[in-house]
């Protein structure tokens, strides 16, 4: 069962902008890690970024750090990712998963987050940027 819808992926060219939004469950947002992974054709699944809903630091892959930001509305428990000066190789399927059950949060969520322990995925949205 779905929990978690993503939004606002497109195709944009090299430069361009772009924010993803994630809206969860209540129960789902609340207090826990969310995380933005991204897949590409043929590619691995590779996280992207990831925090604590509760408020803290910000984990950042290594590619997208200084050009990719997350951003949250505790109001309607939605998380964002907003992505600048976009790369032909940002091109991906991207997914936002929550790990409700880890049990040295919230300090896990300030690290790279582990797939396969996050229980709780969207659907994805493609993200496309151009040359």
């Known amino acids: 069962q779905v929990q978690l819808v993503e939004s606002g992926g497109g195709s944009v060219q090299t430069g361009g902008s772009l924010r993803l939004s994630c809206a969860a469950p209540?129960?789902?947002?609340?207090?826990?890690?969310i995380a933005w992974f991204r897949q590409a054709p043929g590619k691995a699944r590779e996280a992207v970024a990831n925090?604590?809903?509760?408020?803290?630091?910000?984990w950042y892959a290594d590619s997208v750090k200084g050009r990719f930001t997350m951003s949250q509305d505790n109001a309607k428990n939605t998380v964002f990712l907003q992505m600048s000066s976009l790369k032909p190789e940002d091109t991906a399927m991207y997914y936002c998963?929550?790990?409700?059950?880890?049990?040295?949060?919230?300090?896990?969520?300030?690290?790279?987050?582990?797939?396969?322990?996050?229980?709780?995925w969207g659907q994805g949205t493609q993200v496309s940027v151009s040359s």
């Open positions: 998963s929550a790990a409700v059950r880890l049990v040295d949060l919230p300090s896990r969520c300030a690290f790279a987050p582990t797939e396969f322990e996050y229980e709780f």
């Open positions: 209540e129960a789902t947002y609340s207090n826990n890690c």
């Open positions: 925090f604590y809903t509760g408020g803290g630091t910000t």
